[in-house]
């Protein structure tokens, strides 16, 4: 599962976002999952960097790569970045034909959807990327995106056309509606909605208290500082509402292992 | 009986109070969960050993998030000794990795003697558990919270307390936060210890400048990583001039020289932490690495223990 | 006399033991010469202070080399406190550096405590020197070579005869080498010191694994640079907290960000020691990195002392 | 005199070994001085690698870089490099318009050819570079080196045309004499021969040993792992003969400031 996969492209969207695709063979990938990435063969950054796979290539563009595993179902996976600090900045710097430490595809993912249920995605800023496949799985709903400012809604660009109604609100009303995303959420929901929500925490928190007030099931993708991924190092808790009749009646979940996809309902948020 | 034929040493093999393991390389505690979480990543048979998550005698919630942070060339802790407790070990994890072909050591903590005591007893029976590593980096509740691992007589008391508690061999996990490790080391001796693994992480601490706030909720944190590489090489030196038992050397193992660092320095065996959560199976690529350098320099493990020439 | 024209105290201001600096960043002994070497590369006068390279009373060659050793995000030293001795530097180096106009500190060690009173007493005089800084982390040759600074009896007895032989400033640099940093704080303010600075290097050793033989020509020697930040910050933190005496601290600070670390955990004051070996003028960048943050948050050095929240 | 140098040229000469050049202006260089490269702005490596200055350049190629003090000399340096670890594999994978950070020149070279000299130049492997702005600047006398097998003697191409006679030694006789440079040494020399000497330590010793014996003057460039290159972490240390005239009467020498070339009868070689 670990791979050393040649980068494909490695482009920039926007100032400071770019769009990395890694030619390497992957088991089928649920909406939801994520990759750790080495960023760097030396020791500082030591630790890999958690990433959404944004989609999944069928075809690899340039060099194609001898990786294993020859039934895997597709030859590559693409990811969206944003530069927020010391990893992401060397990531930025890498170049087509360098290769790059994978592992995963980690974690559980979406649920699949419910009979009748009717989807609502909310994405706020890069929160978006880790929806692209769950978009195109849907093929229908609505996709609410949040931003700071109309700069971000390059973001957008691949979701047209994949059959959501897409609605947009910003923090300065440059795009959209002015304000927050989870102002538009309020007058999306029914109880048949099931809420798709990747972005902020506060804005992840909103979410759930807004869909279960509304009777609405919520799914929030959750992140925190990893080590390593794999449920082992027990570095990426969360506070979980403890459930009685569960064996171990845990406190904690394990972002990499037992996410990062939770039912909103299922964080005690104030804890977090 | 058919005749003697001799059987030549494989040039990795060591011994630790009386268990043969095929190769001086281990996972650490902490690092390796309960085994099993490691199987698609690895054969687990090529490992010398796999010491397991610290056990307690109930199971522990951990501490709240975040509980880890990067820092230069290694990062902080702060689990908090989560875990599923010894019987769920018995019961749950032991048996997923008990025939993996490879050592199962079972790390062991407490905050009082007692925990520590009832801890050993019930992993004494357990099949498939080959030795105990009683860690002593823990706050001893009824002194106070002051850790057994940085007073020596505390150190004493437990490690006494679990050699009285098992029949399997005890291994004592040293505390780096000691001004002179060679006490520690005799105080683990003198409580019947059949060998001593070092290091345990440093206490650390790293401050979010913006928030004023320490990162990790629990303020400080255990620091591990090549970071540390250089002060747990110099404690295993000395702990291993001073020691009459076996040492494990531990702290900051990358690859098989780093490795190589701590055998040379005095170390019998040595355990990979930190490594493994970059690199799943970086324990058996020290391995590999330390069987081709042995027989490049066609040596064996045997003769590079405390091979160290300071003159 | 004219009006008086209350001033504002400017953001970056601190005081000491009576002595004002005009930013609180200070070069950490050992790593910036007697001053004069980076004047080629710097303002000097940009500077809070400058420690100058530890004094003896009688000039020391140093150890043989290798000297050093780089480690995994830091450096081993050994140097052997190599210095020109008191009286050369007083004669020699002082009168370059005195009218730089920034304080300079003079660091100061021995083998005895007499060899300490001495350094002190010669010191006393020299136009120029703001205060002495003294190094206790050095072997006690009378007390069978343990080390000033891991024993809290030693410590004391350093600190007041040095308390003693001089009516300059004096701050005690601690070394980590000990259990519980708070007891050797103690110990030098009850001794008498006006302040304490740490953390110094940690012991720690590299080993070339092909000529199985430590890489310093001493074996151990001194860890310093980034790698060992964390451990500095939560000294720096326990420190404050046990001291009632202003707190300097360092350890692997490469940028203001780092500064702040430590000015958050309770420092008064920071020093900047290998930082200055890659960039010469890291301690000046660090020093404006520090104005930047102030003006950017609206608030001051002093205002930042101590000011982390861990609840 | 820290200077952002853009790389002009990272070229592999030959497997494991590169021309590194650097559009920086630097005062005027001397023979045998050095610079000090930051490999990585992050902190692992953390420490500055020593090179020494192979050749200034008159004329930057490629983009020219705005650098500080104009009444420098030069705009560019050259560095010959061999991949021996971590730094400079690091190095090796930089491209041109990347920029590194430059310490130097620093040290102090080979002082100026005393009067009717008559000079030898020894070099052993990549111990040849710091000799070449020397070999310019003398432009006669005779060039000894030594090198493992021919595929080294590539290294001698710049070498040839200045005016100095060039002879080999291979230790596996692929060019050349079979055998080692000091062997050609012994025959080369007159009292009045003045020897400049780089390569590994084994060789110094020896050359000086050889000169010695001839009563001709050897100089030689020493390395040793430094941490600051300007002489004040006194981490590059080697034990000189004690001087009981000198001043301070020091055993150590710095090889940065002290250096890194010294006369072959300082040096203490059997507590170097
Ligand atoms: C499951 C998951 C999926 C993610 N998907 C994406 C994505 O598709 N696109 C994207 O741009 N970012 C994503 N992130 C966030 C991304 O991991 C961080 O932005 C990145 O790790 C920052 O690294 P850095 O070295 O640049 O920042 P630094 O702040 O220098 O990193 C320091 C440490 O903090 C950790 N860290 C910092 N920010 C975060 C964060 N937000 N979440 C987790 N760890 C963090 C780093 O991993 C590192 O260990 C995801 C995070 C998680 C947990
Ligand atoms: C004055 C001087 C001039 C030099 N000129 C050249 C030159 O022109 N071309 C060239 O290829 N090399 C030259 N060297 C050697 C060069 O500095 C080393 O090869 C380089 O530092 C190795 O770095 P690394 O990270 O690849 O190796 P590593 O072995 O990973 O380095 C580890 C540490 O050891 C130090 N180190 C390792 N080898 C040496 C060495 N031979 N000398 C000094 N420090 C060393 C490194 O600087 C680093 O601090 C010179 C050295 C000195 C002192
Ligand atoms: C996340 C984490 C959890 C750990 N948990 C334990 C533990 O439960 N018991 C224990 O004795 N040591 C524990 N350790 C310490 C390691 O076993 C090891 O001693 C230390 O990390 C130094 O080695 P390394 O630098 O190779 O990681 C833990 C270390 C880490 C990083
Ligand atoms: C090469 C070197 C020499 C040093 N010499 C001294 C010294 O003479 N006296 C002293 O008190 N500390 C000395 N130190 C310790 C530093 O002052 C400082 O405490 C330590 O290096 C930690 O800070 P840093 O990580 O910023 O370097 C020396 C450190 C180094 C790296
Ligand atoms: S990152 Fe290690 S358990 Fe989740
Ligand atoms: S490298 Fe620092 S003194 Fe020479």
């Known amino acids: 599962m670990e791979i050393k996969a040649e980068i494909i492209h490695n482009d920039s969207m926007a100032k400071g976002y770019f769009k990395l695709g890694l030619a390497c063979a992957v088991p089928e990938v649920r909406p939801g999952q994520f990759v750790m990435l080495r960023v760097s063969d030396g020791l500082d950054p030591l630790l890999r960097r958690p990433f959404g796979i944004y989609r999944t290539l069928g075809q690899t563009r340039g060099r194609t790569l001898g990786t294993r595993g020859s039934s895997s179902k597709s030859k590559g996976i693409e990811v969206l970045y944003r530069v927020v600090g010391k990893g992401t900045a060397i990531l930025s710097g890498k170049r087509p034909g360098e290769t790059l430490g994978v592992l995963g595809p980690l974690g559980n993912g979406f649920p699949d959807r419910a009979e009748g249920s009717n989807p609502v995605l909310v994405a706020g800023g890069m929160g978006i990327a880790p929806l692209y496949l769950l978009a195109r799985r849907l093929g229908e709903g609505t996709l609410l995106f949040g931003a700071r400012s109309k700069a971000e809604t390059f973001l957008l660009k691949d979701f047209r056309g994949l059959g959501l109604k897409i609605k947009t609100a910003t923090e300065d009303g440059s795009a959209g509606i002015k304000g927050l995303v989870t102002g538009l959420l309020e007058n999306e929901l029914t109880p048949e909605s099931i809420v798709y929500a990747c972005g902020p925490v506060g804005m992840l928190k909103a979410a759930a208290a807004i869909s279960g007030k509304a009777g609405a099931r919520c799914l929030v993708s959750l992140e925190r500082s990893m080590a390593c991924g794999i449920g082992v190092c027990l570095g990426c808790a969360v506070r979980a509402k403890a459930h009685k009749e569960e064996k171990e009646n845990r406190f904690y979940k394990m972002v990499c292992s037992d996410g990062p996809v939770f039912p909103g309902e299922e964080i005690d948020w104030d804890l977090l | ?311």
Not at chain 2, 97 to 113: D, L, P, Q, W
Not at chain 2, 210 to 228: D, F, H
Request: proline share 5%; charged share 20%.
């Open chain 2, 1 to 311: 009986m058919g005749p003697v034929v001799k059987k030549t040493k494989a040039a990795t093999e060591v011994t630790i109070a009386g268990l043969k393991f095929k190769n001086p390389v281990m996972t650490a505690s902490g690092t390796f969960g309960y085994g099993a979480e490691f199987a698609p990543y690895m054969d687990l048979g090529r490992l010398g050993g796999i010491v397991v998550k610290g056990l307690s005698l109930y199971p522990r919630q951990g501490n709240p998030g975040p509980r880890i942070a990067e820092t230069p060339c290694g990062m902080l802790n702060a689990i908090g000794l989560q875990n599923v407790g010894v019987d769920d070990f018995i019961e749950r994890k032991l048996p997923l990795v008990r025939n993996a072909g490879t050592h199962i050591i079972a790390n062991i903590f407490g905050e009082t003697v007692e925990d520590y005591m009832e801890v050993a007893r019930r992993l004494d029976g357990a099949e498939g558990v080959s030795a105990l590593e009683v860690n002593i980096s823990c706050p001893n509740v009824k002194k106070g919270g002051i850790v057994f691992g940085t007073d020596p007589q505390e150190a004493f008391k437990v490690v006494s307390a679990v050699r009285k508690s098992t029949s399997l061999p005890v291994i004592t996990k040293l505390s780096p936060n000691v001004t002179d490790i060679k006490v520690m080391v005799r105080a683990a001796e003198d409580g019947g210890t059949d060998a001593v693994s070092l290091i345990n992480t440093i206490t650390g601490m790293v401050i979010d400048v913006e928030r004023r706030r320490p990162v990790l909720a629990t303020a400080t944190g255990g620091l591990s990583g090549p970071a540390i590489r250089p002060i747990a090489v110099r404690m295993v030196w000395q702990a291993a001039q001073a020691a009459s038992v076996p040492v494990i050397g531990m702290g900051g193992i990358m690859s098989a020289r780093d490795a190589l660092e701590f055998i040379i320095a005095g170390a019998t065996a040595v355990q990979v932490g930190t490594a493994s959560f970059i690199e799943p199976d970086a324990a058996v690529k020290v391995a590999e690495g330390l069987e081709e350098y042995l027989s490049k320099n066609e040596t064996t493990v045997q003769d590079l223990i405390g091979s160290l020439r300071t003159a």
